[in-house]
């Protein structure tokens, strides 16, 4: 384990020679101003925001994963000073339990995960469940402690009828909510509850149903990277298995309608950059380099964390650089 560890650590270290970040594909002046903010000012500053986006669950959802990020190492004290009455302390006290727990569990396959390992994640993991529940009581209408639910119940194993009871729980309350449809690729793909079937299903179903101008179907191309992935671990040339997904006709031919629904008048939102990532690399990957470049010409270095590029690569920085040089961008 030392050794995986070692060699995991340089590879990191190499991709950061890329000089590309990680995680901040996201568009929220007054987050990345709390961010950047004092330990000791950071939780407070991140908790005004969050009462700040109640009626505006995009933000919300946004917020709550990158402040409890911020402040893990704060847990204990936001335990403390967790207020049964507060939806906004339930909330980031529940999402950073599960960021915790996840942090500890790792995201590797699950017959990777050795059972001491296990036994902590799970022990952590449980704890967040009473606070987002509790919190979305207090906030009848907000979606997000639903989507927050979502990675307790795929961790804690609750089976596929809780994560589809906990999915209608959200969409009854905002029904095209960005984060929420990432969390759900997730539940139901392969790798979890679901089937590369599946995946491909919502994907199509996302597309159909979406408004005009709404990024949220670029979860469609989230969708089709966890399906590519799983080719991509059987096969012996991982690159092709990638390419020979994406230039499937049936899948390049969504992906092609769903950004041209996307871009057809984009709405404002902070997740834009995100979408344009899941985008510019599903046509790059295919080959269709005016695709590409019209979305990752929108992009600096900012990354997502996982999708795109770090599910396709170990070195998700200097992959991404490499796309941006081969578009001359």
Known sequence: MLIVRAIEALITAYDKTSRMSQGTAWDDPALADALRAPDQDRLRRGLALLAESRTNPELRALRVRKISRSVMDRLDELTVAADDENPDVLLLLGTTRIQYAWEIRGGAYARYVGEERFRRFWAELRQAEAPLRRAAELLPDDPVPWDELQWFGIGMQVGRRELDRIWNELLSRWPSLYAGHFSRVQAISDKWYGSDEEAA?????????AKPGDPV????????????????????????????????????????QAADLWLQDPIPHPMTLDAHHLFGAAFYIAGDLDRARRHLGHLDRRMPDRLPWGAVSLTPGRYYSRARKALRL
């Open 201 to 209: 299903e919502f994907a199509e179903a996302l597309v159909a149903q």
């Open 217 to 256: 179907v670029a979860n469609a191309a989230a969708a089709h990277f966890e399906i590519a992935v799983r080719k991509m671990d059987k096969a012996n040339i991982p690159e092709a298995a990638l390419r020979n997904h994406f230039v499937q006709q049936p899948v390049y031919a969504l992906l092609a």
